[in-house]
């Protein structure tokens, strides 16, 4: 009997000492675990203001590309009377030397 409870106690401070331990395992467990959550939330917010600049630089150059389309198009009379008048300059300016030679 004495041999029988001496083999109990033994298996009880060993399972005190594993309870003990594992008690310890699981509360820095939990705080690795809320470290690990705390890190996660940190980067959700990095995520969410990247993302935020990401879409508003993405805005930023689509309306700039619309601003520049919207000029093109406006240039474009301007470009097709500038292509019928290329040559125009040199007629004026010929007509122009001889209108002088003749007043000269």
Do not use: F, Y
């Amino acid at each position: 009997m004495e041999q029988k409870l001496a083999t109990q106690h033994v298996e009880m401070q060993r399972l005190g000492t594993e309870n003990q331990r594992t008690a310890a395992t699981n509360g820095t467990l939990r705080q690795e675990l809320a470290a690990a959550q705390h890190e996660l939330q940190i980067l959700h917010a990095q995520i969410g203001a990247v993302t935020s600049e990401r879409e508003q630089q993405m805005t930023s150059l689509t309306d700039k590309i619309a601003k520049m389309e919207a000029e093109l198009q406006a240039a474009e009379p301007v470009k097709m009377v500038w292509g019928r008048l290329s040559g125009e300059p040199q007629r004026v300016l010929l007509t122009t030397n001889v209108g002088i030679m003749l007043l000269v």
